[in-house]
Each structure stands twice: as C-alpha cells, then as structure tokens.
C-alpha cells in the first residue's frame, strides 16, 4: 500500500513514472517522514518546540572552551572579537547607524573585480524569500556606484521593485594580501583548508534586504562570520533535521525555511517538512561585533537586516575531517549507482522513463559535472592533509589529529583505489596511497616515543 501511494503521488507530481530505487532511499533515510504529512497520508502531529538561544562566548575564553563546540558540533555567537581590526574604522562609516563606507572601499579597491548576486525585490517579500539570484562580475567601483545610487532610490521612496546587488563571495585577500583589514581571530586558528590553498576567505556586503538561500556550507566545513558593521538574522538547524528541508521526494532543498508558505509552493504542498523543521531551527540576530561560530551540515539562511559587511572563513581541522569525508563519500556512491543505471548494469528503467523533460545527453553533462566537482572535493582534501603531514614536528598534530586522518585516509583508499574509481588514481594529483603511509610512520613514532 505505502510504495503504491509514493508512485501515485510522484506520478502526479511529476507526470512521469516512478523509480522504486528511490522511493527506498527515501524510506529508509527518514524523509519518509516529510512524505507522510502529505494530506494523502495520515499527518503526523508533534508538540511546538523552542530551540534554546545560542550560548555566548566572551573574547577573554579560553581556546579550550572553543574546542568543546566544535568537539560537540554545536553552534555559538563571541562578542568583541573585530574591537582591534582595523577594518571597524576604515571600512565604516563615521556614524557607524550608517553601515560600511562604500565611499572610502570604492577609492581603496575600485579596480577589483568581485563576484555580485543580483535579485530582483518583489512585494511581501519576507524571510529572505527572494527568486534564485544570478551572479556576475562587477568592479568593485562599479558595486560601489550601484550602492549610492540604491541608497539614492530608497530615499526618495520609489515603489518596488528594484533589484538588489549583494557582493559575497569575494576572496579579497588573494587581491590585496599587504591590506591588513582584520586578523584570523585565535578561536579558529586551527584552519587546514586556508594554510593549504588559502581561498576560502571571504567579504560580504550587501545592503538591506539581501539574503542568503538555505545551505550547508562546502565540503561540511564550519565556518564563522563576523559582523564589521550590520545586522544579520540567521536561521539555523540541527543536522539530524536536515530531510525536512527537502520536497516530498526528497530530491530539490528548499530555498528558504517560510517556502511552504509562498504561494508557488503552498497549493502543492511541495515542502510539508519545512513547518516541523522551524520548530527545531534557532532564529539568531548577530549585531555589530559579534561572530557566529556555524558547524559542519548545518543547513542555514541569512538576511541582512540592515547595510551590513562581514568577514568569512570556511575551515576544516581534526574535529571536522571525517565529516567532509563522509559527505564526499556519500556524493561518490551515489555517482557511482548513476553511472551503473547509465550503463544499464542495475537494470534500471530508462531514464526518459521516468525523467520528466530530460534527455540523455543532458543526463550525462549532468553526471559528469557532478563527477568533476567531487573529484576535485576529493583532491582538495589530499591537498588539506598534505599540508599538514609535511610539517617537520609531528608535535604539532595531535595524535587525536593523524588518527582521525588516517581513519579518513584508509576509507578513502579502500573506496576509491578497487577500480580506480573515476580514474582517481590516473591522475598525477592523487597522492592517497603515499599519505596514508606517511600518517602510519608519524603514528608508528609518536607511539615508540609515548607521545
């Protein structure tokens, strides 16, 4: 009765047939769950929940304290880290109440080129629920003139809509290096993925109104944000809720944790699990100042509520490898089941059977850019590791540390070397087999020393 209820509603749904293999995954990972609340089913009722507010580190805590959350993977805000940078003066206007001095960025970094998300406002939009933004490539200079002349609209009270420019994503220290704006707070000194390839450190600034769609950041990395300026409302869930933020078949994410509420999505009742998902979701405001701590697989939104410009890191260490692992994992095997359908090893329906609107062609140029993004993940996470096995004095990993590498390293070689899959090991980057034995010679020494 269950599997044919799920093939009816996808067929509906998707005027296409079903695939049993997916409807099992679905049952089996507990998305089930958003599935039932389907007016079709029985709707599973649970009581309102309120999700404690976010504890709050002081600058003067110790590292020690800092460890613990990211040990128990749990999220917190630390006030007063930015007091020194000397971003809080330059890059700010003279009342701060006015936001960043886009004036002052504009003379100093105008040639730049930096990547904007441009989205269009329309009216009773709320949560951050904007359409899907579409990225470009302006100057520096050029953002600058597109922000003094929103800030000149928005005075003169001109009816929506209007689109809004969000510059994120710029890795502005790869652009003017000498630039001492701020420094990496000691909190999250332990940061493998930027002492490897140093790219994941980013500004954001954007005016009211900008948003941030629902994600989980990169390769399960944690990252903080800090607020120069500005205001930011976050949303943020737990990682064991993660399947309620996804459609009825478990396969599109949500934009937004409100989307059952907008009317494109409310009359099919397309994310029944997003009203059970904000009831464990914590609601965080972050003021001038302070810095959020996001942990790895913690899916989240973000809106500016005021002008806002902020510093990111996305980082990786000991206590999180084995979740980016686990993800890549999961990734890998998933292209590797697609691979087998394509090639009709599992005996699978057709693709054009039961895929509405996709033809084979694009079903492949998916798989393979699929399949290029994980292996580079996969690259890049040798490259991490590396960085840290070459350094001279194996004191400066724990044990803890090159155990959880070699736990990574050893679940990386025995999936990806059977097979040499996705030619991994043709490759002239791949150095896994060379890494797992250094690990095992540093461990192997650390354990005759009794260190």
């Known amino acids: 009765m269950l599997v044919s209820t799920l093939q009816h509603v996808y067929s509906i749904l998707t005027e296409s047939g079903s695939r049993l293999d997916k409807l099992a995954e679905l049952y ?12 079709l089913l029985t709707p599973t009722a649970t ?20 460890v613990e959350y990211m040990r128990d993977n749990k999220p917190c805000i630390i006030k007063d880290l930015t007091k020194s940078w000397p971003a809080t003066s330059n890059f700010v206007s003279e009342c701060a109440t006015e936001g960043p001095d886009m004036a002052f960025v504009g003379s100093q970094h105008g040639h730049l080129v930096a990547p904007v998300y441009v989205t269009t406002k329309r009216d009773g939009n709320c949560f951050g629920a904007l359409p899907r933004p579409h990225e470009i490539e302006q100057t520096v200079s050029e953002y600058c003139d597109w922000w003094a002349l929103h800030h000149e609209i ?10 809004l420019h969000y510059l994120k994503d710029w890795n502005f220290s790869a652009s003017f290096p000498a630039d001492n704006i701020y420094s990496c ?29 629902l ?6 990395s944690y990252s903080w944000s800090a607020n120069v300026v500005g205001t930011k409302r976050w949303y943020l869930l737990p990682p064991q809720y993660t399947y309620l933020l996804y459609d009825v078949f478990g396969q599109r994410l949500a ?7 907008e009317l494109e999505f409310e009359l099919l009742n397309m994310f029944p699990g997003l009203k059970e998902a904000r009831k464990h979701a914590y609601c965080v405001v972050q003021r001038t100042g302070e ?3 996001v942990p790895s697989g913690w899916h989240h939104t973000v809106e500016n509520l005021e002008d806002t410009l902020s510093i990111n890191h996305n980082w990786l260490n000991g206590f999180n490898l084995t979740y980016a692992w686990a993800k890549l994992k999961t990734e890998l095997v998933l292209l590797q089941a697609q691979m087998k359908s394509e090639r009709g090893d599992c005996g699978d ?20 850019q699929d399949t290029l993004a994980a292996v580079g993940d996969l690259l890049l996470l040798y490259k991490v590791v590396a960085h840290q096995l070459e350094k001279k004095d194996i004191r400066l990993l724990r044990r803890r540390d090159l155990i959880t590498i070699e736990t990574m390293l050893t679940g990386v070689h025995e999936f990806v070397e059977d097979g040499d899959l996705f030619g991994v090991r043709s490759r002239t980057e791949y150095i896994g087999a060379e890494l797992l034995e250094k690990v095992q010679g540093r461990l192997f020494i650390i354990r005759e020393l009794g260190i």
Do not use: M
């Not at 009581?47 to 800092?66: K, R």
């Not at 928005?154 to 689109?163: H, I, K, N, R």
């Not at 609107?357 to 393979?368: K, L, N």
């Open 28 to 39: 089996f990972d507990g998305r089930i769950d958003a599935l039932a609340q389907l007016p």
């Open 47 to 66: 009581e309102p929940l309120n999700p404690p507010a976010l504890d709050v580190l002081q600058q003067s805590a110790d590292y020690e304290t800092f």
């Open 154 to 163: 928005a005075l003169e009270e001109q009816p929506d809509p209007v689109d």
């Open 185 to 213: 707070p000691s909190f999250f000194r332990e940061d493998w993925l930027n002492e490897a390839v140093g790219s994941y450190r980013f500004l954001y600034c954007g005016p009211a109104g900008t948003s941030t769609r």
């Open 215 to 220: 994600h989980a950041d990169v390769l399960q």
């Open 255 to 261: 934009p937004h944790f409100h989307s059952d509420t």
């Open 291 to 293: 810095t959020i701590f």
């Open 349 to 368: 329906a057709p693709k054009d059977e039961w895929v509405k609107d996709e033809g084979a062609a694009a079903s492949v140029r998916r798989a393979e």
